[in-house]
């Protein structure tokens, strides 16, 4: 079945490590996004990609890193710099940007401090 | 710049009652809306969508009326069941602020819980 897969479901940074999700997408859709979920405070979104080799810092951009080298693949690295990375992180995708066609969600990564 | 805002919850409600969540936003232009559900420990899935003024949405029975002179999209429910206990998001395609691409709003979500 075509769909988005996060991996891991759950993982645990200890200080001052880096630590990388992951999203895959055999959708074949072009846009890929990064949100991050807090208790209380809805979806925000971190980094997107419209095309491979291509992608544009959100709203919460600092701390995080991404690259798009394929286009079924959108990792996200939460940096050192990240000083409250604890949250549940969410990834989607949609077909190409001039189409009125929804985002799609993985199950999400829920990331804690050890 | 553009947001969305929901009602605070949590709804909570016993079954076959009716529901409503409201939800209204804030746009330059005519945004496309959508309502999202999800279930605990689990991602985001599309409810329903609209994508111009006075459209509806719909799907498993919910319903939301894309409303350009209110600025709203109340998403409704005539008889809820147990199963529709999840938190709802209602939210709206934006252009991001280097006008490189689109992405999606949200609001904050509404916790509904349904009890038998």
């Known amino acids: 079945d075509g769909g988005i897969t996060q991996s891991p479901k759950y993982l645990f940074r200890k200080e001052g490590q880096n630590v990388t999700l992951s999203c895959e997408q055999n959708?074949?859709?072009?846009?890929m996004y990064w949100y991050r979920q807090d208790p209380g405070q809805g979806l925000r979104l971190i980094y997107y990609?419209?095309?491979?080799?291509?992608?544009q810092k959100g709203d919460i951009a600092e701390g995080y890193s991404v690259s798009r080298e394929k286009k079924e693949s959108f990792p996200l690295t939460v940096t050192s710099a990240q000083k409250n990375p604890t949250a549940f992180y969410l990834c989607?995708?949609?077909?190409?940007?001039?189409?009125?066609?929804?985002?799609?969600f993985g199950d999400g990564t829920r990331l804690s401090i050890l | 710049g553009n947001s969305v805002t929901q009602m605070e919850g949590p709804v909570t409600l016993s079954e076959e009652a009716f529901l409503t969540i409201n939800c209204t936003y804030t746009?330059?232009?005519?945004?496309?809306l959508f309502w999202y559900v999800q279930y605990p420990g689990e991602g985001l899935q599309l409810l329903l969508k609209?994508?111009?003024?006075?459209d509806k949405g719909s799907n498993k029975g919910f319903e939301a009326t894309y409303r350009k002179e209110t600025t709203s999209f109340h998403l409704e429910k005539g008889s809820v069941q147990v199963s529709d206990s999840a938190v709802y998001f209602c939210?709206?395609?934006?252009?991001?602020?280097?006008?490189?691409?689109?992405?999606?709003?949200f609001g904050k979500g509404t916790t509904l819980s349904v009890s038998s």
């Open positions: 959708l074949n859709h072009d846009a």
């Open positions: 609209a994508t111009k003024a006075d």
């Open positions: 990609s419209q095309i491979v080799n291509d992608f």
């Open positions: 939210a709206l395609r934006s252009l991001m602020a280097n006008q490189a691409g689109t992405a999606l709003i």
């Open positions: 989607a995708s949609r077909t190409g940007e001039y189409s009125n066609q929804p985002q799609h």
């Open positions: 746009a330059t232009g005519y945004p496309s």
